[in-house]
Nanobody, 114 residues
Framework: QVQLVESGGGLVQAGGSLRLSCAAS????????WAWYRQAPGKQHELVAT???????NYADSVKGRFTISRDNAKNTVYLQMNSLKPEDTAVYYC????????WGQGTQVTVSS
């Protein structure tokens, strides 16, 4: 079973930036599509961004132009660069395969203050 370890979250003021990382175990990382999801308090998980094995990306309308997803197959790691952060981006951020398979990791908390 793939183990997922997200990191890089924190407290930032509106307009600031953060870079999230997700380290995944296993030998099949490079052939899978991956995604970042988020869960705000009291809400369901929301798909934020996806990246295919070939590097094609897609974004939720709410983050388009502000967030960038990338991957490093040599490091089995997916990244999410988040710029121009808004208070409504506050959530716990998770990575997982896309479509999602397996359990969630522990996530990383992102809090954006106004």
């Amino acid at each position: 079973q793939v183990q997922l370890v997200e990191s890089g979250g924190g407290l930032v003021q509106a307009g600031g930036s953060l870079r999230l990382s997700c380290a995944a175990s296993g030998s099949t990382f490079s052939i899978n599509a991956w995604a970042w999801y988020r869960q705000a308090p009291g809400k369901q998980h929301e798909l934020v961004a996806t990246i295919t094995s070939g590097g094609s990306t897609n974004y939720a309308d709410s983050v388009k132009g502000r967030f960038t997803i990338s991957r490093d197959n040599a490091k089995n790691t997916v990244y999410l660069q988040m710029n121009s952060l808004k208070p409504e981006d506050t959530a716990v951020y998770y990575c997982n395969r896309f479509p999602r398979t397996g359990p969630w990791g522990q996530g990383t908390q992102v809090t954006v203050s106004s």
